[in-house]
């Protein structure tokens, strides 16, 4: 009879209980109440009730501390409880101190002596493990067959009253995470300023988890860093330091949460900040922000939750927050880079040197930046916004209005290269016209650009190089292949000096009329002959001519190119001479001397006058050869240097191993009688045959064979003054035998 009132009487306590408990809809309190009730019933000295979050896999539970209640988490491969949870067994532990899940640390720590526990797991209805029962310390004994009946029982009642619970605290915090997050979005998009938005959120994230305080760091990618912006007396001050430093820093680089309920427990705080401002820093919930391509873009730590630690529910609302946040951000950034990008665009069209007009659709004009006012005749910008572009361009210019139809109708690029523009105020203009259309990503039109390219001082500078090289040359220099460097450089580079014989005596006979007129002729002839193989006219000296090949562009070959211009000037000047002679006029005979090698090329004079010119040995050799000319009745004398560019490809013969005045080092000179030899006649052919095998025979101080052989070069050619002079220098030799130093060397005494 006795047994069966102690069931009744339990049973009636149960019920009583789960009426109590099934009242209270708070999680915190209803754990407090649950684990009051199972200690008492049990008889046992103390309790704990855990519930699984399968989301993280841990067991947590609400602990009271004063008024409020504090979250703690451990994971589920932990301990007894844990145990129960993962197998979903009862355990029943008479001396938990012989089992080697049971942490005795923590008894050491507190100076608790657990003894026996009892572990069951609370199942719902789907017979899920939804938490865990610990009991400990059954006050008289071990627990027993009936301990374990009766928790079943309770865990078997208290499993839908947790689940209401919880599903209650859950609808409780998502409507909680809902106002707090309008008022937070409203907050957020109320500014595009990125300093005032940092202010914002920093503010509202501290409000919505009640915390002291709270920062927000961006990430800069392109110095590594992270930065944020806070008030300082009244003005925006922007802190940085790299972005792996500190707690905020670990988070950033690894785009993990971290709560820390102790911050000076945690490796990472830096205490000296604390020490520094006499703040203390206690919990800390640092958590990264992600950008809608799911990358990290910065960092929001929030400091001090009120009376307590950071728990699951403020992890998960400051996640929400920083998801808001990450949009407000991103839009701030995107509207920071938009206005940056608005001013560069707009700085980009003040500073181009083409004229740029944007039309919408109806041919009104958008834009128009100040070359193409100057272009326009127009003084602002403001005067021609929203006219019609057929209005600003007037009736002078109908053909550009065509094109302009053309490229609205087709939806096709055109182009008007060399035009002639007549604004309606201003002076003509030749100008390159291009259209381009504009149309969005769905390839509806947007209106059109309009680039005019003003080439009418090109078109000057054109003409006025044309005077000074070909116009192959100009175009190349001007188009932009070619990259004209100012100022000085070194290059090497082949100088063709050419001057008039007697060119004294001449004047004398002629009128000065005569000679201006005669002169423009012949360095008309003589100029083109430069310019058809790009040369470039250095300068006219008095009757000389300087020209230039491989300066100021480079020219491959330029050697070859000017011993070929030497060619044609001879046949020019048998063309010109043709004509003088034809009416009665004396014709004229020119030197040339050309040499190829390292010369300095560049804008040289004074600060009020320069010209672009060469100077160096180079030029000097090319002088004094053309001096030479005279010594040795040639028309045109190459220098070794050349020579070796050119050997085989024209046909010279060496005339002499000379030492210019001026110069210590000798240099073999050859004179360039025609493009191939079959180009001379009988006579003089067979005459240079016997002079290049006496000038062999010279050089090896066989003077009496060489006297033979010039005897024989003159025999074919009488005129031939080389073989003469070469003839005179073997009588001198074979009365007089050169030392055996000697070097063979001849030294010219004039320039």
Known sequence: MSQILDTLKERNTLLAVNNE?????????????IVFHITDILQADRSSLFLIDHKTNELWSKVAQGLQFSEIRFPVTVGLAGLAARTGDTLNIEDVYHHPLFNQDIDRQTGYRTKSMLCMPIRNRECLVIGVIQVINKKNGVFTKRDIELLVALSQ?????????ILYENVLSSQRKIEALLKVANALSSSLDL????????????????????????????????????????????????SHLGIAGHVATHGITLNIPDAYEYPEFNRDIDRKTGYRTKTILCMPIRGMDNQVIGVTQVINKANAAFDRNDEDLLGAFSAQAAVSLENSQLYQK?????????????????????????????????????????????????????????????????????VFETGQQSCLYDTDFIPPKGEKHSINYVVVPLSDDQNQSLGVVIVLEDITKEKRVKSNLTRYMSKDLV??????????????????????????????????????????????EYFTYMVDAIFKFDGVLDKFIGDAIMAVFGAPLPLPD????????????????????????????????????????????????????????????????????????????????????????????????????????????????????????????????????????????????????????????????????????????????????????WDGVYDLKEK
């Open 21 to 33: 408990l099934g009242r209270q809809l708070k999680l915190g309190p209803l754990i407090q109440a």
């Open 157 to 165: 009642m208290l499993a839908l009253t947790l689940e209401n619970a």
């Open 195 to 242: 300093n005032q938005l940092i202010q914002t959120i920093m503010g509202k994230a501290a409000e919505l988890l009640n915390a002291d305080r709270s920062t927000l760091f961006l990430i800069d990618k392109e110095s590594n860093e992270l930065w944020s912006s806070v008030l300082s007396g009244g003005d925006t001050k922007e802190i940085r330091f790299p």
């Open 338 to 406: 938009t206005s940056t990008m608005k001013k560069y665009l707009e700085a980009i069209l003040s500073s181009l040197s083409n004229g740029v007009i944007t039309l919408d659709r109806k041919h009104r004009i958008v834009k128009c930046n100040p070359t193409a006012l100057r272009i326009l005749g127009v003084p602002l910008e403001v005067e021609l916004l929203g006219k019609a572009i057929d209005e600003v361009f007037g009736a002078s210019n109908q053909i550009l209005i065509r094109e302009l139809d053309k």
């Open 475 to 520: 175009d190349k220099l001007t188009s932009g292949s070619g990259t004209l460097e100012l100022g000085g450089q070194r290059r090497e580079v082949t100088i063709l000096f050419s001057d008039i014989r007697s060119y004294t005596t001449l004047t004398e006979k002629l009128g000065s009329n005569e000679i201006v007129e005669m002169l423009n």
């Open 558 to 741: 330029h050697a070859y190119k000017s011993v070929c211009a030497a060619l044609e000037m001879k046949k020019a000047l048998g063309v010109f001479n043709e004509k003088r002679i034809a009416i009665g006029k004396t014709p004229i005979q020119i030197g040339i001397g050309i040499s190829t090698g390292e010369v300095l090329c560049g804008n040289i004079g004074s600060t009020k006058r320069m010209e672009y010119t060469a100077i160096g040995d180079g030029v000097n050799l090319s002088s004094r050869l053309e001096s030479a000319t005279k010594l040795y009745r040639a028309l045109t004398l190459l220098s070794e240097f050349t020579f070796v560019q050119v050997k085989g490809r024209v046909f010279c013969r060496e005339l002499d191993f000379i030492r210019v005045k001026g110069k210590k080092k000798p240099v073999r000179i050859f004179e360039l009688l025609a493009e191939t030899e079959n180009q001379l006649g009988d006579n003089l052919r067979r005459c240079v045959e016997s002079y290049n095998q006496g000038h062999n025979l010279f050089f090896n101080r066989n003077y009496p064979q060489a006297l033979e052989k010039f005897r024989q070069a003159l025999s074919h050619h009488p005129d031939d003054l080389p073989s003469t002079l070469y003839l005179n220098r073997c009588r001198a030799c074979i009365d007089s035998p050169p030392p055996p130093t």
